[in-house]
């Protein structure tokens, strides 16, 4: 999947699991869960190796990771929780497989494809097509819910996290990545999907960061000679 479904089928899945139980989740937290295991691809630039879909895409290492989160923050946790795994076994595992879910033991690869059936790639009419689906329902939940107001009003400087998917997946996009040119070019209507999600993204960094310079501006203070 591209970042646009990754975004909306954890904020979906998001609002129905804390709604069951009863939680407040942080919405620019749950939206940035959801494309944190791609933080491999930088990672793999970075050393200069092909790593993705490897280990931050393992189930075994998410339930690792989450372990101590859960007894700290028990029920809580399971929004975010389920926002991370979303993205590599609902996501990635129907469009393109190849996936280490269950690394460290072992590094067989699995996906839809790897077992047998049909191939989906992110460019696949049923990918393009579903994508665009979650992104309508999400849009329809956030004006209905008024959770745009989390990001347009909020000076919460938790929200910087942010940061993560405008960096690593959104801005990508719109240069070249994962296609050979930019996504408004390859994939028009999802280019605008994205569009919305690095505004809705970006607002309130910009927020915090002009709250910030504001409030660290020296102030002048008039000295009467007598």
């Known amino acids: 999947m591209l970042a646009v479904g990754h975004i909306s089928l954890a904020y979906i899945l998001g609002k129905i699991s804390s709604k069951t139980l009863k939680v407040n989740p942080s919405i620019p937290l749950l939206m940035t869960l959801s494309i944190l295991p791609d933080i491999d691809i930088a990672i793999g630039t970075l050393i ?36 991370y795994i979303s993205h590599f076994l609902i996501g990635d595992f129907f469009v393109g497989g190849h996936l280490q879910l269950l690394w460290p033991l072992t590094t067989s ?59 690593t997946v959104l801005l990508p996009n719109f240069i070249g990545y994962p296609f050979s040119m930019p996504i408004f070019s390859a994939l028009p209507i999802m280019g605008i999907a994205h569009l919305f999600y690095f505004i809705l993204f970006t607002i309130p960094i910009l927020t915090i960061l002009y709250n910030t310079i504001k409030n660290h501006k020296p102030k002048h203070t008039n000295n009467k000679i007598s």
């Open 109 to 167: 690869t699995f996906g839809l494809h790897d077992a047998g059936f049909m191939y989906i790639g992110i460019n696949d009419p049923i990918n393009i097509t579903t994508e665009l689906l979650l992104f309508t329902l999400t849009v329809i939940l956030i004006a209905k819910t008024r959770d745009y107001r989390k990001f347009l009003k909020n000076n919460d400087k938790k929200n910087l996290i942010l940061i993560i998917p405008i960096t």
């Open 48 to 83: 200069g190796s092909t790593i993705h879909r490897g280990p931050t895409h393992s189930i075994l290492f998410a339930l690792i990771v989450f372990t101590p989160i859960f007894i700290i923050y028990k029920k809580r946790a399971i929004p975010y929780f389920i926002a």
